[in-house]
């Protein structure tokens, strides 16, 4: 950033104020000072010639005209958001307004936590599978238990006499 | 009240707006709506989106009425959400634009040169089309934070103080980089003095 001039060169402390110098952003006694020591400084005046023929160019660079809707679309959108805000805060504020909205929701919350927490969680597969076992080894003893009374039947007819072709 | 009477003017109108008087809003949006929307343009060098995102930058100076505290000057805070949302937008569709299209000259807003020009001849009409656009390339060429550092300094005219604030650098980095961005500028643009 050090400028091509003498080292005692006042401008190469700040090289910035060439910039403001031909911006025009100094002072009336600090653009004076800048001034002579331009004047005497070749490598100094070319810098100014340079910078100042960019700085008058730049404003070629304009920009449009604003929209004429411009305006009317932002308050529509500043309308919009203040009415999904208010909703929003209109709504919590009626509800903690009013204990009983509050109570209400309270409860709500409880027993939902609640209903949440004695749901009977879902066996996992090795105590499926052991059940099943069980029920398996029920219907076995249940087919057993059906074999026996008829057998017990059987000897009951015959302990009533019913011999028939004995 | 007397604090806020002593108080920047644009300042004293958000204090306003923050206790309900939405007339402080449209005196600022008045008074700044055009600088705003001529930064952005020249950032992202479209209009449309320009103004977008302007809307946005004023919808975000709305919404954060409540909670404003003048600790830094009005257009240094209102110009840093701009500089942010245009330096985010550029980040967002740095891949997607071209630069190619760019140097070929098919980019930009035809809208800017619809601006009423004094040139009697089509000789001199073109002369001035071809250094518009020969000002715009080198200024879009710039990184994005040298061409807001620019276009904050040269056009809209605030203070180094201000335009650090607005990109979050301390005023000697600011200085650093706006020298950076003139010396680059003098380069394209020192031949047509």
Known sequence: MRLECDMNCPVNKEPQVLVDYC???????????????????????????????????????????????????????????????????????????????????????????????????????????????????????????????????????????????M | MVAVAAMEPDAELMLRLKYGDTAGFALLLERHRAPVIRFLYRMVDNQAVAEELAQEVFLRVYKARESYEPTAKFTTWLFRIASRLALNWLRDVRHEKAVDSLEAGTGGDERARELPDGSPTPEEALLREARIEEVRRAVLALPARQRAAVLMHKFEGMQYSQVAGALGLSEPALKSMLFRAYETLRARLAHMG
């Open chain 1, 23 to 165: 911006a025009g952003r100094l002072d009336a006694r600090a653009g004076a000072e800048v001034k002579t020591h331009v004047e005497a400084c070749a490598a100094c005046s070319q810098f100014v010639v340079g910078q100042s023929a960019a700085w008058n160019a730049l404003d070629a660079f304009e920009a449009p005209p604003v929209s004429a809707g411009f305006d009317r679309k932002l308050w529509e959108r500043i309308e919009e958001a203040e009415r999904r805000r208010g909703f929003w805060a209109g709504w919590w504020a009626a509800a903690f307004r009013k204990p009983v909205i509050a109570f209400a929701l309270a409860a709500v919350f409880i027993i939902a936590a609640l209903s949440l927490s004695s749901t009977r969680p879902v066996p996992p597969p090795a105590q499926a599978a052991l059940d099943a076992d069980r029920m398996e080894r029920a219907l076995d003893d249940l087919d057993m238990l059906q074999q026996l009374s008829r057998l017990a039947n059987g000897n009951d007819q015959l302990a009533a006499g019913d011999w028939g072709d």
